[in-house]
């Protein structure tokens, strides 16, 4: 009876991960208690966090010079971190603004940081990726800032931005995980969980240990990636259930066969969409440039507005769910996430191709 959920996060949980937290629920492996009703110093929880960062090394080939990280504030409190953590007062950071969450990645630090936008798709309505080689890099920068998939704007760097020697930092919150992914390639990688990692509240900060020496700027040690490392990113209490549930939706990902094997499938969920909405003779459009066109989030657009609510009225009667737009975009998105299973994917390519039948 579950519908096909296409939301952009919090977004759908793999079914078997949610059946297994429901049978554990009251009783976690004869504990007694619930796990997130146990000390998070205690056994059980440190069991379950040392897991965690076990199958996620696993899943992402993470070397050994790289830290894990779990932490509370979500990819925003992340990108706030950085220079605090990185750069030295005065020192320039480079931004690569590809869409909206780029664009938030910059606010974050604006005011206290030299901040160079190096390359800004803005004028181009975030439809494409500035090219490389018109990218204005300062000479000095503490790092690269990029977004490796724009959600809102249904925009993805398809190979990692050569920037150099300058620690490269990617926000992945909504593709990590989607496909390998050659983590030496990068200063700093961090992700909220709502997207492909599990619940909101925790996120992940990848983070090349010999970065952390960086003096940075004066911080407080709770927003010191250097303390959280110390403290196994248990320097206050941490949230337990969003980190357990991480940590079975990797050992899902494990089970069902790793990045490879989701790569796969992302890629055919995504070709089937894009296929439908190009071959709809303009009845649906995507407006990316198909070279750069996210595999996570698929913004498209109706030829005819007034279509939108029928749209999502006769989407939602078949069990296909959360597919309204951004209101920043209007329109569409479906997000198609790894836990959203390739049956979805087809129902709602089914569901597109029937609703352009009968209003075409
Ligand atoms: N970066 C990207 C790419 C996102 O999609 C989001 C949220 O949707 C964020 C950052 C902000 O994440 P959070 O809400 O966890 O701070």
């Given at each position: 009876s579950r519908a096909f959920n296409f939301s952009a996060g919090p977004a759908t949980l793999p079914e078997a991960v949610l059946r297994q937290a429901q049978a554990e629920?009251?009783?976690?492996?004869?504990?007694?208690?619930?796990?997130?009703e146990l000390s998070h110093r205690g056994p059980e929880f440190m069991q379950v966090a040392a897991e965690a960062e076990a199958d996620l090394r696993a899943l992402m080939s993470i070397p050994d010079d790289y830290a894990v990280l779990f932490l509370q504030g979500g990819a925003t409190t992340a990108?706030?971190?950085?220079?605090?953590?990185?750069a030295a007062p005065g020192q320039a950071v480079d931004y690569v603004v590809t869409g909206h969450w780029g664009k938030t990645a910059?606010?974050?630090?604006?005011?206290?940081?030299?901040?160079?936008?190096?390359?800004?798709g803005e004028p181009g309505g975030y439809r494409d990726i500035p090219a490389r080689d018109t990218w204005q890099?300062?000479?000095?920068?503490?790092?690269?800032?990029?977004?490796?998939?724009?959600?809102?704007?249904?925009?993805?760097?398809?190979?990692?931005p050569d920037v150099g020697d300058v620690p490269l930092?990617?926000?992945f919150s909504s593709s990590i995980v989607s496909e390998p992914l050659d983590v030496s390639k990068f200063g700093v990688i961090y992700a909220g969980a709502q997207k492909n990692l599990g619940p909101v509240g925790v996120s992940v900060v990848i983070v090349r240990r010999d970065l952390l020496e960086r003096a940075?700027?004066?911080?407080?040690?709770?927003l010191d990636y250097r303390a959280h490392l110390k403290g196994e990113s248990m320097l206050n209490t941490p949230p337990t259930w969003n980190w357990y549930l991480a940590g079975l939706v990797f050992k899902w990902m494990l089970a069902e066969g790793g990045v490879t094997e989701f790569?796969?499938?992302?890629?055919?969920?995504?070709?089937?969409?894009y296929g439908v909405i190009d071959?709809?003779?303009?009845?649906?459009?995507?407006?990316?440039?198909?070279?750069v066109r996210s595999r996570m989030n698929v913004p498209f657009f109706l030829h005819d507005e007034a279509l939108d609510k029928p749209f999502l009225a006769q989407a939602q009667e078949a069990g296909l769910i959360s597919l309204k737009g951004h209101r920043a975009l209007g329109g569409m998105r479906a997000s198609i996430y790894n836990a959203m299973p390739e049956e979805g994917v087809q129902a709602l390519a089914t569901f597109m191709r029937d609703f352009q039948q009968r209003h075409g």
């Open positions: 629920m009251l009783d976690w492996h004869g504990v007694g208690a619930s796990i997130v990108q706030a971190l950085l220079p605090l953590n990185f910059l606010k974050q630090v604006k005011h206290c940081v030299a901040a160079n936008v190096a390359a800004n890099l300062s000479s000095d920068a503490a790092y690269v800032h990029y977004t490796a998939n724009e959600t809102i704007h249904g925009v993805e760097f398809r190979d990692i930092v990617g926000d940075g700027q004066p911080r407080a040690e709770i790569a796969a499938r992302n890629a055919r969920k995504s070709a089937l969409l071959q709809s003779g303009g009845f649906y459009r995507n407006e990316v440039a198909a070279a």
